[in-house]
């Protein structure tokens, strides 16, 4: 049985014009509808050379056919003004894609803009526009592609169901705010493999409603690590299960590997979730279990987190901590964090200073050489 050839759609032949000033968004969305409407698979290129894409966009799915590959050779740039994006919350989104692959390329956002507005506290600062968002899709690849200056975070996956990420490269200021580079939430069987990822917040975070996550062959630095929450927020949030991430190197990252969630009633959870083969160099919180998270100190609920917190593993870790605590759990006491693990973990501190582990309501066991020494209720 032979399989239909590709039909391939230029975006140049729909207009688009690779001068950098010139708005491609009417272009792109021509190329992606004629794509769409395809009843054999179908590709779109994108060639050499810079395209503004000077608005907001939403690429909707429920396509004539599941294949629809997009290999972009140039950079996509937004506009130079952040407002035409600030307020738009998203500046790509696909929405309700089955079957969609992107390939290469580079979209830059052009946040330093509304970073300085930021920093400056300018008034009137729009909350800034994600890079890239897949909403309502499944069977979803994206390979080799590079984000840089997102305005917020960069890859937005939600209420997604098998995707998978392969040399990602995600690079903004490491004090840009909110720049996470990978958030997920909401979704199913989503594979992120080799991330190279320098940003001012989360490299990844993990939000509500997360099964079934792989994460592989981490580079995250500057940064505020790989983050589990925060969580809950809402009284009936659906929790996270079965999240391993393997092989990551942290470089003066603020964290770790994080779990977190706010100090209130909540009926979320997060259970088997495997932490193995680490490098942290120079990290200020290498472990952390914080369940009263409270990010600026001031206005964040005070009750006991509702969130339970269970089966969680780390394995063969080590580096440097650039605080005297190494190991913290913060747990909930009406929660309190049960059957953790550690094992074969090392980490140092400063000359003639060793480090320190603390424990507020965890309980697990050790297995091999760890230090600090554990300090859960139960061994």
Request: proline letters at 5%; a neutral charge; aromatic letters at 8%.
């Amino acid at each position: 049985m032979s399989v239909p050839k590709a039909t391939s759609y230029n975006v140049v032949d729909f207009g688009a014009k690779p001068d950098g000033t010139t708005d491609a968004t009417s272009a792109f969305l021509g190329a992606w509808n004629k794509a769409c409407s395809s009843p054999k698979p179908a590709g779109i290129h994108v060639p050499q050379g810079r395209f503004l894409i000077g608005r907001a966009v939403t690429f909707s799915g429920q396509c004539s056919n599941r294949a629809i590959s997009i290999t972009i050779r140039g950079t996509l740039l937004a506009p130079s003004q952040y407002t035409f994006l600030g307020n738009s919350l998203y500046w790509f989104t696909f929405d309700q894609v089955t079957g969609l692959s992107i390939h290469g390329g580079v979209l830059d956002a052009r946040g330093s803009f509304l970073w300085d507005c930021k920093y400056k506290a300018m008034p009137n600062c729009p909350i800034g526009a994600a890079t890239l968002r897949f909403t309502n899709s499944e069977h979803i690849v994206i390979t080799g592609l590079t984000s840089e200056n997102s305005q917020k975070v960069h890859i937005l996956i939600n209420a997604c169901h098998n995707v998978k990420m392969h040399g990602v490269k995600l690079m903004a200021d490491g004090n840009s705010p909110n720049t996470d580079g990978i958030h997920v939430q909401f979704s199913t069987d989503v594979t992120i493999l080799a991330p190279r990822i320098q940003t001012g917040d989360d490299c990844i975070s993990v939000g509500p409603g997360c099964r079934n996550l792989w994460i592989e062959d981490v580079a995250c630095g500057p940064g505020h690590g790989i983050s589990i929450g925060s969580l809950g927020w809402d009284l009936d949030e659906p929790g996270v299960k079965n999240v391993t991430v393997r092989k990551a190197t942290f470089s003066k990252t603020q964290n770790g590997f994080r779990i977190k969630s706010w100090g209130r009633p909540s009926r979320g959870f997060v259970q088997d979730v495997h932490f193995e083969h680490a490098t942290m160099n120079d990290v200020q919180n290498p472990i952390i279990i914080d369940q009263h998270y409270c990010p600026f100190r001031n206005g964040c609920p005070s009750q006991a987190s509702g969130v339970k917190i269970s089966d969680v593993s780390y394995k063969d870790i080590h580096g440097t901590s650039a605080t005297q605590v190494a190991v913290k759990f913060d747990c909930s006491s009406e929660q309190p964090c049960e059957r953790i693990t550690l094992e074969d973990i090392t980490f140092t501190y400063k000359i003639n200073k060793a480090p320190q582990a603390l424990c507020n309501h965890a309980g697990g066991i050790t297995l091999g050489v760890v230090q600090p020494q554990s300090c859960f209720l139960t061994e």
